[in-house]
């Protein structure tokens, strides 16, 4: 079946910086992908999605890369701000009504 | 704005006590969810609905069973709580629309603890 990691539990960055956050999956036919975001006290918040006919796509201040060849994906963050601080996770659409999620990346912003 | 609610944001039980989570989603979705979330673990899939009265297994189902007897609300029951069974709890809700574009919505979670 479809396993999903993250490459690092947390992360620190400086306001201001860009922030990656980096996501692996294994079934090469997996083709939705979804990050959240969950701060604290609350539940998951859709940030963005690609398909996989696309290798980018761009939000407000995100963006997210698609590697199909690794099977690799990656959610970069702008110009960082505290507001971000919040854990993320990716996932992935199985099919069948099934969405398998990473473990999370907590992302730490220093002022 | 989709809204998902939960019954309580924190409850603690004593072992081998019945327990009910609600939850109820206001969009009209089809399918709803039931995830708990322990560290390290990520979201784990327990139990979801695709319509009225259906149900299907998750990936952990043992121990859990629930209920949907309207659209809007989807009940999570845990027959006889155990201290293994203390975790976060989320619930979630989509459209149901075709594969590959069904974004989930999640509620604020149930903080359980069971002692």
């Known amino acids: 079946g479809e396993s999903v990691g993250l490459h690092l539990p947390t992360l620190s960055v400086q306001e201001g910086d860009n922030s990656i956050i980096n996501c692996a999956y294994s079934?090469?036919?997996?083709?939705?992908f979804i990050w959240y975001k969950q701060e604290s006290g609350k539940g998951p918040q859709f940030i963005i999605d690609i398909r996989s006919n696309m290798d980018k796509r761009q939000g407000q201040r995100v963006t997210v890369l698609l590697n199909k060849t690794v099977k690799h994906l990656s959610l970069q963050i702008a110009a960082t701000q505290p507001g971000d601080s919040a854990v993320y996770f990716c996932a992935v659409d199985t099919g069948g009504f099934k969405t398998i999620f990473g473990a999370g990346t907590r992302l730490f912003v220093k002022a | 704005d989709v809204k998902v609610t939960q019954s309580s944001r924190y409850l603690v039980k004593r072992t081998g006590e019945k327990v009910f989570l609600e939850c109820v989603q206001d969009?009209?979705?089809?399918?709803m969810f039931w995830y708990r979330q322990d560290p390290g673990l990520g979201l784990r899939l327990i139990y979801f609905?695709?319509?009225?009265?259906?149900?299907e297994k998750g990936d952990i189902p043992e121990g859990y069973s629930v209920s949907r007897e309207k659209k809007e609300r989807f009940s999570l029951i845990l027959e006889s709580a155990s201290t293994n069974q203390t975790s976060m709890y989320l619930c979630a809700s989509s459209l149901g629309t075709a594969r590959g574009t069904d974004t989930q919505y999640f509620g604020p979670g149930t903080r359980l603890t069971v002692l």
């Open positions: 969009m009209d979705h089809e399918n």
């Open positions: 609905s695709y319509d009225v009265k259906m149900k």
């Open positions: 079934n090469s036919a997996s083709d939705y």
